[in-house]
């Protein structure tokens, strides 16, 4: 089982970024580890504008009220996501 200490700076940066509480402790960073290590995290760039897209996948939501998870599509952050389904919608219109 990975601990907090054996994730890279990025990864940590991205899940701490994503929990969104000023002074998580142990017990939160560890709850972010194992989510990470279950593949129930991941965060890319957006291919429209290059912003951090952050999103997790928890079975249970209890400990991750409030975080910030982007509810854009794919590989878009959610303006890039609304602008494609704009830009989609319209076409689908012609
Ligand atoms: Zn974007």
Known sequence: ?????????TTQEDLTEWLNIVNP?????????????AGQFYAVDCGGCGD????????????FQGVRDDEGGG???SDC??????LAAFVEDV
């Not at 951090?52 to 400990?63: F, K, L, V, Y």
Request: net charge negative; glycine share 4%.
């Open 1 to 9: 089982m990975a601990t907090w200490e054996e994730l890279d700076s």
């Open 81 to 86: 996501y609304g602008e494609y389904r704009k």
């Open 25 to 37: 402790d142990e017990e939160d960073l560890q709850r972010l580890a194992d989510l990470h290590e």
């Open 75 to 77: 590989e878009l952050c």
């Open 52 to 63: 951090r897209i952050r999103r997790g996948h928890p079975d249970n939501w209890d400990h």
